[in-house]
């Protein structure tokens, strides 16, 4: 029994407008720690989609006009039932993501923070004219019912980035989460099921075929995606039709530059966290790793020292700090990735060994590999870290623009100004200066390039959840009177 009071491994429901559904149809759900089915749940069909949209429709008609004050209740609600929750969903989590369960608390954690902090953001309104005729105000309107899909790599999270903005500001939602990780999200949905109004959050978990159906359907006004560069034109593609509003938070292939004056006892843990955190599968990490030639040998051999005493397993045993990658599919394209280094006769250095069954490779770092090999080239989204020299700073800054993507980099250096002078050179919507992977709910996140299409977090990611709408008002109303 998990601490739900029911069977952790049953008993998973939809939420849509405000009922909790079994449905008609289910689907497997995979622990990647040992490459078996451990639980099943829903998966929706066209019915349970259009009653979720019908449910975030009756319910967009009354939500908008309730106070921000009393959605920004709802949010602190739900951000401490979160909290309560968080050894159980983490426990949880670890069996469907695979990632080790004090990891995953603070993911949970950082979801209810997340709730929290966004519920404190203020959208102001903007006044851009003033004078003794009239007054015009810009005001922030909610677009309607938005569709949030969210990725398998952070669950629920990245679910709280959809649900805590589009619901701020007066929206209603139907959430998806990944065919992969759909447990947390559903006792998420149950957790919150009394929190807000019937139909103002809607989970629906399903297979391949619910996105498409989303993303095509009309009664969405915004599409939320967050997912791989591929999905994400799919889905610009298929909101194009009716010109649906779209954010989009996709992949990328970050460079990290480090400078020849780091001290490399200091930084290479940290470096190396920001490049196999949650077995290297976060869009922000380092995934291209350049490191000046002064330096290079010394701070590789202290990576690979680091990768083979880093313990690797099922992230329900206490002690693993890195799990599996998440699924088959993600797990054989690493796999592939890592033959093709093979074959070229790059280098390649492994960490601590891994069990057998499960999706589990080495932590592992390619040694200064070719610019145009595969492992350079593409969004490897597992452990495979490809580290090269440099000597020149006009050359790497250059190397590390040189891709269609444009998420997030880091520059190391001891002398921060020369850090914030390559830093102003990097095409992309986050640099790090002698740090990895943060952010803040007050923050933009947005990638440049083919890594995105707006902004999420902060005043700019509520934004993109409203329509301005101008409000001119005359001073006197003598003209009509
Ligand atoms: P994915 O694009 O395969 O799937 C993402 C979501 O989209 C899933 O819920 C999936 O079911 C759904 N989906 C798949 N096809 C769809 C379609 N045609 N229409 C609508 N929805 C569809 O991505 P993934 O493999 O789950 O996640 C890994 C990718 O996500 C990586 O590229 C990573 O960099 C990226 N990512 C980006 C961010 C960011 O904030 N920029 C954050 C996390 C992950």
């Known amino acids: 029994m998990g ?19 079994v449905g008609t ?33 009756d319910a967009f008609t009354t939500w908008r006009k309730t106070s921000v004050d009393e959605r920004r209740a709802a949010l602190r609600q739900a951000a401490g039932i979160l909290a309560e929750n968080a050894d159980s969903l983490a426990s ?17 954690l950082g979801a209810s ?17 003033d004078t003794d005729v009239r007054r015009i105000e810009v005001h922030h309107a909610p677009l309607g019912v938005v569709c949030g899909i969210v990725p398998w790599n952070f669950p629920v999270l990245l679910a709280s980035w959809k649900i805590a903005p ?27 099921s009394d929190v807000f109004p019937a139909g103002v959050l809607n989970i629906l978990s399903g297979g391949d075929e619910l996105g498409p159906w989303m993303t095509a359907h009309e009664g969405f006004a915004k599409i939320s995606f967050t997912g791989s560069t591929a999905t994400g034109k799919r889905v610009m593609e298929a909101a194009s039709r009716d010109l649906k509003r779209i954010t989009l938070e996709l992949g990328g292939n970050d460079a990290a530059i480090i400078l020849p004056d780091v001290n490399v006892d200091k930084v290479a843990e940290r470096i190396f966290a920001g490049a196999f955190s949650n077995t290297a599968q976060i869009c922000v990490a380092t995934k291209r790793l350049y490191v000046h030639e002064d330096i290079y040998d010394a701070l590789r051999d202290r990576l690979h020292e680091i990768a083979k005493s880093s313990p690797i397993g099922d992230g329900s ?31 390649l250095l492994e960490g601590a060994s891994v069990p057998e069954k499960g999706y589990f490779i080495p932590l592992t770092i390619v040694d200064n590999p070719p610019e145009d090999s595969r492992v350079v080239v593409e969004e490897a989204f597992g452990p495979i870290l490809p580290m090269m ?3 020149s700073l006009d050359d790497v800054i250059s190397r590390a623009n040189d891709t269609v993507y444009g998420l997030a980099g880091a520059v190391w250096s001891a002398d921060i100004e020369k850090a914030k002078s390559v830093a102003s050179e990097l095409e992309t919507g986050t640099v790090w200066i002698n740090q990895n992977l943060e952010s803040t709910p007050l923050t933009p996140l947005a990638g440049h390039k083919q ?31």
């Open 113 to 129: 923070y997340w709730f929290a902090s966004t519920a404190d953001l203020e959208l102001e309104v903007d006044i851009t004219e």
């Open 389 to 391: 020299k440099f000597s």
């Open 317 to 347: 045993d206490q002690g693993n700090l890195y799990g599996p990658v998440q699924n088959k599919a993600q797990y054989e394209r690493v796999l592939d990735l890592l033959e093709s280094a093979r074959r070229d006769g790059l280098t």
């Open 3 to 21: 601490d739900f009071g029911m069977d952790i491994d049953r008993d998973y429901r939809m939420l849509i407008g405000g009922e909790l559904v």
């Open 166 to 192: 589009a619901l701020l500001t007066g929206n209603t939602l139907v959430l998806k989460p990944s065919p992969y990780t759909p447990l947390c999200a559903l006792k998420i949905g149950e957790l919150l």
């Open 92 to 108: 949880l989590f670890t069996k469907e993501q695979g990632r080790p369960t004090e990891l995953a608390k603070q993911e949970i």
């Open 25 to 57: 149809q289910s689907m497997d759900v995979i622990n990647p720690a040992l490459d078996e089915v451990f639980a099943s749940c829903p998966r929706a069909t066209r019915e349970d989609m259009e009653a979720a949209i019908c449910a975030a429709q």
């Open 451 to 481: 890594s995105g299409f707006g902004a999420e977090n902060g005043i700019y990611g509520l934004r993109e959840f409203t329509q301005p709408k101008a409000l001119y008002i005359p001073k006197s109303s003598d003209s009509v009177s």
